[in-house]
C-alpha cells in the first residue's frame, strides 16, 4: 500500500532547535524538517545512519566542522555519531525531509574506528592546563594533565592527526605574589624561575611541547589579552558594577590565596574562589567564616566595583556547547549544580598590580582575573604556534575547523567547561568552539594531598632519570586519577616496577631472546605451518590491539585502561608461549614451532607499537631490538617480523629495579658506623630495625648525616634517617648514588 506524506507547516514542533514533524509508516524512522532563515539545529550525533533530502532554499551542513552547502536537489547522509547542524543561509525557508535507521554493525564499526572524524583532517590543539608558577611540578601534577596530553598527542600523531600539545606558565596568579614575598623575590622573578623549572621537569618527562606561552614575557600576549577583553566588554554582558566582596580590616581586597574558609555548597574547606572538593566557585564574601592568611583578623564584607559577569544568563549556552564534543558527566552535572543557584555573578577583574589591566574604564587599580585571562591564553598559544608553523591561526579570529582537547584537574572545571565556553561566545558570536574535555581528579600521596607547604611531595626532578623515566610513566598513567581519587606510594611503584617491568614484561623478552639466539642464531624465522592454537592467538593479539587503541582514542581515552590492555598483553604471550614450549624443541613440531616463535616476535612487535605513546623510550628500544625502525604509524593488524632480521633482545635492559642491590662493604660500613655512632657495644644491630628503635636520636641522626655525606658524597635528610632501618638506608644510599650517576651520563 502506497505511503504518501506532504509537507504540513501546521504540524510542525520545536525539536533540535528547529522545527520537526514525523512521517510514520515508513519502515524506518522519517519526518520533515524546516528551518527558518538565519536558523539552525542544534549540534547532535546518534547511532543511527540518517539521510537528509533538500527540498526547499540553501544552507549549510556542518558535519564534523566542516561545511558543505546544500540546495534543493541534495542529498546527504551521514554516518552513525557523525556530529551535525543543518543551517540556513538563504532568505527562504530551508525545507528538507529526514530517513534514519539503525544499522547495528554499521555502528559498531564506527565506534570502534581509532580515528574519528571529529579529528580527521582539522587542526588539533590539544592543552595541558598551564601551571602556576610557583613551584616545581610533582607527581600529582604530572600525572594528571601533563603526562594525558602527551600521551594523546603522540597517539594521534601515530595515526596521522595533525595534533600539537600546548601549554605554559600561568604567570598572572595570586599564587605567584604570595611564593615572591615568601621568597624575597618580585612576581616576575618568581614566576620566570619557576616556569624555567616547570619546563625543564616537562622534559625530564619525556614531554615535548609545541608551544610553551611564558604570559609575562611575550610582548605580545599583554596587547592581545586587553583587546580580548575589550570585546568581552563591548558585548554588553561584561560591564562595571558593585557586588559584595571581602576586605581586610584596613581595607585590603581579598581574594584567592588571601583568604580561606568553609565552601559554601560543600562546607569543605577552601580557598577563595574556587573549591577543591566539590567543583564550585566561591566568591569570597560568601565563605563560611572566612579567614585572612598571616592574619588573625576579622575579613568584612563591602560593595566593591569590579567588571562583572552575570554567568547564569547563559546556562542555555553552557548546555549546547556541552552536546557538542566530549563533556565527562562530572562536568555536566557541575553545571546542572551551578546554574540550579538563583545567580552567578563572576567577578572579571579583581584590585591587584600584579596581571594586565583592562583598557576600559570604570574599575581603576584592576587588573584582569587570572582566570578569564586563560581563555584568551588558549587562543593566543594557538596563534604562536600558527605563527612559527607559517599558519594563519590568529587569536582574534578563531577557526571552525580548529578541533579544542583540554586536559585539567577537577579542580579547574568550573573554568574551562563552564566559564569559558560563555567568553568565546561573548568574544566571537559566530565561533561555536569545538572542545573535548578530559579531567582528571587528585593523586594522593600516602593517603593525603600533594602539598607544597607541608613538603608532601615527590618533585618530579627527585624521580626522574633518563633510566626511570618510562617506569614513571607507567605507573603513573596505571594509578592516573581517572574518575575517582587515587594513591602514590614509593614501596607500590618500586614493587610495580620490580614485579611488572622487570619480573614480567623484561624476563620474558629476555628469555625470548635467548630461545631465539639458542634455536634460530638470533634470524627472525618464517611461519611455518599453524594450529588452531596459533590462529586464537593471532586473533588475541589484535583484540588487545583494538583494545589499546579503545582507550587511547578520543572517545575513550583512559591511561588506566591502555596500561591495563599493554600488561593484558604480555600476561597473553607468556601464558601462549608457556603452552607452545612444550614441543618447541620437537623435531617432528619443527614448522608449528616457527610459527610458534614467529607469533611471540609479533607480540613483542605490537607491544613496542602499543606502548610508544606511554613509554616511547622503552617502546623505540624495543623496536631496534627486533630490528625494526622508528615506530610512525599506528598498526591497522598484527603483522609478524620480517623474517631474516637480526633480534638483539637477550641483550637489552630495559627497566632497572629501582631499589638497586646494596653491596656488601657499603652495608657493612653503615651496619658499623650506625653501631659506633649509637654506642652499641652488642652485637652488630639488626639491619631490620629502625634506627630511632636502636636508640637514635635527633643529635645521632644529625652525626650519621655528615658521615654518611663524607663518606658516600649522598645527602640524607634527618627525618630519612630516623624513620628506616640500617637496610632501607643503605638502599637510599645505592639509589641517589644511581641516580647521580644517570644524571651525569645523560
Given at each position: 500500500m502506497v505511503i504518501i506524506s506532504s509537507y504540513d507547516a501546521g504540524a510542525l514542533h520545536e525539536l533540535f532547535g528547529i522545527d520537526m514533524s514525523s512521517i510514520d509508516g515508513l519502515g524506518v524512522g522519517a519526518g520533515w524538517g524546516r528551518v527558518v532563515p538565519g536558523g539552525r539545529s542544534d549540534a547532535h550525533q546518534h547511532d543511527e545512519t540518517e539521510t537528509f533530502v533538500i527540498v526547499q532554499g540553501a544552507g549549510d551542513l556542518i558535519v564534523d566542522a566542516r561545511r558543505y552547502p546544500v540546495h534543493a536537489g541534495v542529498v546527504a547522509q551521514f554516518e552513525p555519531f557523525e556530529t551535525h547542524v543543518i543551517e540556513n543561509t538563504g532568505d527562504e525557508d530551508l525545507l528538507f525531509a529526514t530517513l534514519y535507521w539503525r544499522d547495528p554493525e554499521r555502528a559498531g564499526r564506527q565506534a570502534a574506528r581509532v580515528e574519528r572524524g571529529r579529528l580527521r583532517d582539522r587542526p588539533v590543539f590539544v592543552f595541558s592546563t598551564p601551571p602556576t608558577p610557583n613551584g616545581d611540578l610533582h607527581l600529582g601534577h604530572l600525572s594528571g594533565p601533563y603526562l594525558g596530553a602527551d600521551v594523546f598527542v603522540r597517539f594521534q600523531r601515530l595515526n596521522g592527526a595533525q595534533a600539537w600539545h600546548l601549554t605554559g606558565s600561568d604567570d598572572y596568579q595570586s599564587y605567584v605574589t604570595e611564593c615572591a614575598r615568601r621568597e624575597g623575590r618580585t612576581p616576575a622573578e618568581t614566576a620566570a624561575h619557576y616556569s624555567a623549572e616547570i619546563a625543564e621537569t616537562l622534559r625530564m618527562m619525556d614531554i615535548p611541547l609545541d608551544q610553551y606561552t611564558v604570559t609575562d614575557a611575550d610582548p605580545a600576549y599583554r596587547p592581545g589579552l586587553q583587546a580580548f577583553f575589550s570585546r568581552l566588554a563591548a558585548s554588553g554582558a561584561v560591564a562595571p558594577a558593585e557586588a559584595p566582596a571581602l576586605l581586610g580590616p584596613d581595607g585590603r581586597y581579598l581574594y584567592e590565596v588571601?583568604?580561606?574558609?568553609?565552601?559554601?555548597?560543600?562546607?569543605?574547606?577552601?580557598?577563595?574562589n574556587i573549591c577543591?572538593?566539590?567543583?564550585?566557585?566561591?566568591?569570597?564574601?560568601?565563605?563560611?567564616d572566612p579567614a585572612i592568611r598571616h592574619s588573625d583578623a576579622a575579613p568584612r564584607v563591602a560593595e566593591v566595583t569590579r567588571f562583572m559577569l552575570p554567568l547564569h544568563r547563559f546556562a542555555p549556552d553552557v548546555a549546547l556547547h556541552h552536546h557538542l564534543g566530549r563533556v565527562p558527566a562530572r562536568l555536566r552535572e557541575l553545571a546542572e549544580r551551578l546554574f540550579a543557584r538563583p545567580g552567578v555573578d563572576v567577578a572579571m577583574t579583581h584590585p591587584s598590580d600584579w596581571g594586565v589591566p583592562p583598557l576600559e574604564d570604570g574599575a581603576p587599580g584592576q587588573v584582569i582575573w587570572v582566570w578569564p585571562e586563560m581563555s584568551y591564553g588558549f587562543l593566543h598559544g594557538i596563534a604562536e604556534l600558527g605563527r612559527r608553523l607559517g599558519q594563519d591561526w590568529r587569536a582574534d579570529a578563531p577557526q571552525a575547523d580548529w578541533k579544542i582537547v583540554h586536559f585539567f584537574g577537577y579542580d579547574n572545571s568550573f573554568y574551562h567547561a563552564i566559564l569559558y565556553p560563555v567568553l568565546y561566545k561573548l568574544a566571537f558570536p559566530d565561533w561555536a568552539p569545538d572542545i573535548d574535555y578530559n579531567v582528571n581528579e587528585f593523586l594522593l600521596?600516602?593517603?593525603a594531598k600533594f602539598s607544597t607547604s607541608r613538603r608532601h611531595a615527590i618533585w618530579g626532578k627527585e624521580i626522574l632519570t633518563p633510566g626511570t623515566v618510562d617506569a614513571v610513566r607507567y605507573y603513573l598513567s596505571r594509578i592516573r586519577s581517572e574518575g575517582r581519587r587515587t594513591n602514590f606510594e614509593v614501596g607500590a611503584y618500586e614493587s610495580?616496577?620490580?614485579?611488572?617491568?622487570?619480573?614480567?614484561?623484561?624476563?620474558w623478552l629476555h628469555d625470548l631472546g635467548r630461545r631465539m639466539a639458542e634455536r634460530y642464531d638470533g634470524l627472525v624465522p618464517d611461519a611455518g605451518n599453524w594450529t588452531p592454537e596459533h590462529t586464537?592467538?593471532?586473533?588475541?593479539?589484535?583484540?588487545?590491539r583494538a583494545a589499546v587503541a579503545g582507550a587511547l582514542g578520543p572517545d575513550g581515552f583512559s591511561l588506566n585502561q591502555a596500561v591495563a590492555e599493554l600488561d593484558g598483553l604480555v600476561d597473553d604471550v607468556r601464558r601462549f608461549a608457556s603452552l607452545e614450549e612444550r614441543s618447541s624443541t620437537s623435531p617432528a613440531w619443527r614448522d608449528e614451532a616457527r610459527t610458534a616463535i614467529a607469533l611471540e616476535l609479533a607480540a613483542a612487535k605490537l607491544l613496542a607499537v602499543c606502548a610508544a605513546p606511554v613509554m616511547p623510550r622503552f617502546a623505540a628500544k624495543l623496536a631496534a631490538a627486533l630490528g625494526g625502525g622508528e615506530i610512525d604509524t599506528w598498526p591497522q593488524t598484527v603483522t609478524l617480523v620480517a623474517p631474516g632480521s637480526r633480534v638483539t633482545l637477550a641483550d637489552q635492559t630495559f627497566f632497572t629495579d629501582p631499589r638497586p642491590a646494596v653491596d656488601a662493604e657499603l652495608a657493612g660500613w653503615l651496619t658499623a658506623t650506625v653501631a659506633e655512632t649509637l654506642r652499641l657495644e652488642a652485637e652488630p644491630p639488626a639491619a631490620d630495625l629502625s634506627l630511632v628503635s636502636l636508640g637514635a636520636a635527633s643529635l645521632h641522626a644529625v652525626t650519621l648525616q655528615y658521615r654518611i655525606l663524607e663518606h658516600t658524597d649522598v645527602e640524607v635528610s634527618v627525618e630519612e634517617l630516623l624513620g628506616s632501618t640500617i637496610t632501607e638506608l643503605a638502599a637510599l644510599i645505592a639509589q641517589r648514588t644511581q641516580a647521580g650517576m644517570e644524571v651525569a651520563l645523560a
Open positions: 588571601d583568604v580561606s574558609g568553609g565552601c559554601p555548597t560543600c562546607g569543605g574547606s577552601t580557598g577563595g577543591e572538593e566539590c567543583g564550585e566557585p566561591n566568591f569570597c564574601h560568601d565563605l563560611v600521596l600516602d593517603g610495580a616496577v620490580r614485579d611488572r617491568l622487570v619480573g614480567t614484561w623484561q624476563d586464537a592467538f593471532l586473533a588475541r593479539l589484535d583484540t588487545r
